[in-house]
């Protein structure tokens, strides 16, 4: 029998699959998911909004690596790694055990009540968000994207950040990182802002826009990546969500 190859664009998915499951395991092993949890502390959570074109992953791993100690790790949660962490169900078993049992009946309330317009794939969302409510409830994580400072507005143990700049900025960071032409980094850029918009907005009609939603408003073409995790820290210190060193 002859076995046909599997084509290069399925290899690719493949691996980027394992990689992805590797990731989650990474990270869940690192927050003490699937160990008996013997501390009651509330850890602190992140969740980093930004416009696209502003660097988001290389803070986001930053603000892990300098928070993190040798007993208690910090952990990075991207859309991606929520979207598939979502649908395996064993892995968000250990997840919803490992959460401190007096602190379970709130994580659907507030999903329930942001919810209450229902488009036609809620389910696919619902999924979502409760995985992404659970990382956070866990705390020692930083989370990037998917609405996650509305999804967790209810949460006191959180620090919300936004990220933006100016249109040129991201134009050019765009450009640089993509080696494309401004004009079509620029088309990019919009295209991507309204398609995260419209996104959130369709599950939770709220804007993630509005500046409401978060602690800090930071200004990427200004400040730094290094520059921003060291705000950030500061932040978390001066809210008293994490012990001065």
């Not at 659970?134 to 990220?163: C, E, N, P």
Request: aromatic share 8%; proline share 2%.
């Amino acid at each position: 029998a002859i076995t046909a190859k599997p084509s290069h664009a399925m290899t690719i998915y493949t691996n980027l699959l394992q990689k992805i499951d590797q990731d989650i395991g990474a990270q869940l092993k690192a927050m003490g998911v699937g160990k008996k949890r013997g501390e009651k502390t509330q850890f602190p959570c992140i969740t980093i909004s930004r416009e696209f074109g502003c660097e988001g992953i290389s803070i986001s791993k930053k603000l892990a690596l300098k928070l993190s100690s040798k007993e208690y790790p910090w952990a990075v949660f991207h859309r991606d790694l929520i979207t598939e962490l979502s649908g395996q169900e064993d892995l968000k078993t250990d997840l919803m055990e490992w959460v401190d049992p007096e602190k379970r009946s709130i994580l659907g309330q507030y999903i329930e009540n942001l919810l209450a317009h229902t488009p036609t794939n809620i389910q696919l969302y619902r999924k979502r968000a409760e995985t992404l409510r659970l990382l956070a409830m866990g705390g020692r994580t930083v989370i990037l994207g998917s609405g996650a400072a509305i999804l967790t507005s209810d949460f006191s143990h959180m620090l919300h950040i936004r990220l933006f700049a100016s249109l040129d900025y991201k134009v050019d960071h765009i450009s640089s990182v993509l080696g494309i032409r401004s004009s079509e980094a620029k088309k990019m850029i919009l295209e991507k802002e309204k398609r995260r918009e419209d996104f959130i907005y369709e599950f939770t009609h709220k804007s993630v826009r509005d500046y409401h939603h978060y602690h800090l408003l930071i200004d990427k073409g200004i400040f730094s990546t290094d520059q921003v995790v060291e705000i950030t820290t500061q932040a978390l210190l001066l809210r008293g969500l994490v012990p001065a060193r």
